[in-house]
């Protein structure tokens, strides 16, 4: 895991703070969620800006089995606040890798 000093943090003056660049808050994001969970992210399948900071979609493997077609998958969605920082994470749904596109089947 790559470390990096978050500019916005480290400068305590009263300035106003801006938001990191998009790429910034996703190598962070990816740095929480797995520090959190102990989980590391596949891939991020959705990647917003929101009034209230960030938010994402993450897909990670949960569970590994033999054949890799029948690991487990699970899909996260991962709030950030304006700076980058994890402000919470849930699970949206599980599924086998071997699966094509497991979530959109419903409505979704």
């Known amino acids: 895991m790559v470390k990096r000093e978050n500019t916005a ?8 703070v801006s ?10 994001a990816r740095a929480q969620f797995a520090e959190l969970t102990g ?12 009034e209230d900071g960030w938010s994402l979609e993450v897909e990670v493997l949960e569970l590994a089995r033999v ?5 487990l998958m699970a ?13 919470g994470y849930r699970r949206l ?4 890798r071997g699966r094509a596109d497991a979530r959109r089947t419903g409505g979704h």
């Not at 938001?19 to 962070?28: D, F, G, N």
């Not at 989980?39 to 929101?50: A, G, H, I, N, R």
């Open 75 to 87: 899909s996260y969605r991962v709030e950030l606040d304006p700076r980058g920082q994890l402000t």
């Open 67 to 71: 054949p890799d077609t029948m690991s």
């Open 9 to 16: 943090e480290s400068q305590g003056s009263g300035e106003s």
């Open 93 to 96: 749904l599980r599924y086998e």
């Open 19 to 28: 938001r990191p660049r998009p790429l910034e808050v996703l190598r962070e």
């Open 39 to 50: 989980l590391t992210v596949e891939s991020v399948t959705t990647f917003e800006q929101t």
